[in-house]
DNA sequence: AAATTTATGTCAGCCTTGTTGACATATTTA
DNA sequence: TAAATATGTCAACAAGGCTGACATAAATTT
C-alpha cells in the first residue's frame, strides 16, 4: 500500500549496480580525481583572493597568448558576463593585460604579463606533480592510452580546442614534433 | 622603463610550455573531460530543478544505501549546512528515505527510495555512454591503466572511500569475483 | 553615406552551492 | 548527572554561474 501522495518512500536497502551494464566505477573515480586534482592550485589562490574561475583564465591565456575574449568564451563556455568578473581582477592585479587587435580593432587580445606567466607555472606545478606521480611506473603505451581516453571523454565538435594547444597537434602521432 | 606601479605589464606573446617539465596536456585533458562528461547529466537534472549538488548526494546514497549524514559529508566533504539543503529537497521530492539508526537512535541512515534509485540510473547511463565510447576498442589492459592512473590521482587518505563502494574492493586485482 | 552587424563592456538582479557562526534537540557515553 | 555526539536549523555571506538590457566603437553590408 503506498502513501497518499502517490509516492512509495520504501527505502531500498541493496546498493545500486552496474545493472545495465553501467560502468559505476569509472565515474566515481573520475569524480574523486577531479575533486583531488583541482584542490591543489585552490590553497595557492586563496592567498590571492583568486578561485578557479581565475584559474581557468589564467591558464588558457598561457596557452593561447593572443586569444580574443570570444574565443576565450568558447574554450570556458561561459558567458561574457562571467568572464568579465574575473578578467577585470586580472587585468587590475596585473595578470594580464589587452592588445587591441591589429586588423580588426574591436577585438582585444589577451596576453600574460610575466606576473600572470609566473602565477600561471606556480598553479600548474603542483597538479603536474600529482600526475607524474599518478602516471607512477606508467609505460610510454599507458600513457597514450590514458590519453586517447580523456580525449575521447570530450565532445567531438570540441577536439578540435585540445589540438589547437601548442604540444597537442593531431599531428603528433606521426612524430613531427 | 616599467611603469609606476612596479607592475611589468609587457604582454608575453609566446605560449606556455613545460618548461619544468609541467605536464600540460594531462592537465587540460582533464579539464575538458571533466566538463564534458559533466555536462551529460546537467539536463537531465535541470528538468527536476536539481543541480550537480543532488546528482552527487544521490549516486552516493545510492551507492552506499543506509550511510549517515555523518558518513556522507565525509565523502562529499561539504559542510552539513550545504547538505541540508539539497537532502531536504530530495527527501521532500520522495528520492531519499530518512531511517533513523538502529543501535544509534541519533543516525539517520539514508536510503534511495525506487524513484530515487530510478533517477541515479537515469543520470549514470548517459556517463557510462560517454565511457564505453570513450574506452572504444580499449582492452582490458588498458582499462586497468586507466583506472590505476585515475586512483592514483586521488589522495591516498581519500583512496579507502573509493575501496569502500561495491565493486571496488582492493582485492580485485586478484582476480576474485 | 547610411544602416546593420559584430566584438566588447557594463549595469542590475537572480540562482546554486559553497562557507562560517551560533544555537537547539535528542541520545549516547563517561 | 554531566559531557560528548549526531543531527538539524537559522542567519548571513561569497563565488561564480545565469539572463536581460543597453552602450560603444569598429567593421561590414546595402
Redesign the interface.
Known sequence: MTDR?G???????????????????????????????T?DPDQILAEYGFGRAHH?VL?FV?????LTVAELLDVL?ITKQSLARVLKQLIDT?HI?Q?QGEFDRRQREL???????SL??AL??P??R???????S?SAT?RE???????????PE?RA??DK????ASGKEHGNE
Chains 1, 2 share one sequence.
Open positions: 501522495t509516492t512509495n518512500a520504501t527505502p531500498i536497502k541493496t546498493a545500486i549496480t552496474g545493472e545495465d551494464g553501467v560502468d559505476l566505477s569509472i565515474i566515481e573515480l573520475l569524480f574523486f580525481a577531479y575533486r583531488d586534482f584542490s581557468r591558464h598561457n596557452r593561447m597568448p593572443g563556455q596585473g593585460t592588445v596576453y600574460p604579463t610575466e606576473k600572470g606567466r600561471a607555472l600548474a606545478r597538479q603536474s600529482r600526475i607524474r606521480a599518478a602516471l607512477g606508467s599507458e592510452g590514458i590519453e586517447r581516453f580523456l580525449k575521447a571523454m570530450v565532445n570540441l580546442q585540445i594547444l601548442p604540444g597537442n
